[in-house]
């Protein structure tokens, strides 16, 4: 099996227990976010055109690692993962921003390379850790996301 085509890796600035990866091309996302923002959600909860994803932690900076793949990776990923979801998303532009609850920049763009429609599987680890150390500042790279992106095949 081939390895990821793309790997990205840097920080989120995660506020209120959340972040959005959000498709760049307005016109594919009716509800922007922050709006409809669940705090009490899943994980990852899937809109049209974003990606909500619920942190354990309520402000600080998480690692993100993006990885963009020509086909289905691996299920299999090393770390010790403390929450896994799978979704699909459209992405016209090819290009996700990252948003933070208060609707400003939270990170570097993740870089699909080409528009289409996407599968993701977003793994997190680190959660009982920042979900403690946040309640006394503001902890760095604790909370660790791994996502990894692969093409919807028609």
């Known amino acids: 099996m081939a390895g990821p085509v793309m790997r990205q890796r840097g920080p989120v600035e995660v506020e209120f227990f959340g972040f959005c990866l959000q498709e760049r091309d307005e016109a ?6 922050p709006e409809d ?3 009490g959600g899943d994980f990852l909860t899937t809109r049209e055109g974003r990606l909500d ?3 354990a932690g309520h402000t600080h900076t998480a690692d993100l ?3 963009v793949w020509d086909e289905p990776p691996p299920t299999e990923a090393a770390g010790a993962w403390e929450a896994d979801a799978h979704a699909v998303i459209a992405s ?3 290009t996700l921003d990252v948003w933070g609850v ?5 990170g570097e763009p993740v870089l699909l390379g080409r528009p289409g429609i996407w599968q993701v599987r977003l793994r997190c680890a680190g959660r009982a850790a920042v979900a403690e150390q946040s309640q006394h500042g503001v902890p760095e ?3 660790q996301y791994f996502a990894q992106f692969w093409p919807v095949l028609a």
């Open 37 to 39: 923002w669940d705090t």
């Open 65 to 67: 690692t993006v990885e």
């Open 28 to 33: 594919g996302v009716p509800v922007q976010f």
């Open 141 to 143: 790279g604790v909370e």
């Open 53 to 55: 994803v619920k942190s």
């Open 92 to 94: 016209p532009s090819g």
């Open 102 to 106: 208060t609707g400003g920049d939270a």
